[in-house]
Nanobody
Framework: EVQLVESGGGSVQPGGSLRLSCAASGFTFSDWTMSWVRQPPGKELEWVSQIVSNGKTTGYADSVKGRFTISRDNVKSMVYLQMNNLKPEDTAVYYC????????????RGQGTQVTVSS
């Protein structure tokens, strides 16, 4: 059974940083692209970032480019999202997702971790 467990969320002031982690199990992690998506309060899910299986290629939404960094550890089956210079509009539940996000509504994702950016 595929399991994705996110952690690392919390409350932070604008300009602050957080590092999200996702522990994956139940599949051959090193074979899969991994993604992060988020859902701001009252809004739809949106794609944030992805990293290919060997970690050599990454992609970011324009809204987070230059501030967020995705990485992975294939030995530990972990994927990370380093978030710097956080803004109030980054407030959302963040989800780790398996694979490339083709249909954001049906992508397999974890239970999420809340990130709140507020002064």
């Amino acid at each position: 059974e595929v399991q994705l467990v996110e952690s690392g969320g919390g409350s932070v002031q604008p300009g602050g940083s957080l590092r999200l982690s996702c522990a994956a199990s139940g599949f051959t992690f090193s074979d899969w692209t991994m993604s992060w998506v988020r859902q701001p309060p009252g809004k739809e899910l949106e794609w944030v970032s992805q990293i290919v299986s060997n970690g050599k290629t990454t992609g970011y939404a324009d809204s987070v480019k230059g501030r967020f960094t995705i990485s992975r550890d294939n030995v530990k089956s972990m994927v990370y999202l380093q978030m710097n210079n956080l803004k109030p509009e980054d407030t959302a539940v963040y989800y780790c997702a398996q694979g490339v996000v083709v249909n954001i509504q049906t992508v397999l994702r974890g239970q999420g971790t809340q990130v709140t950016v507020s002064s």
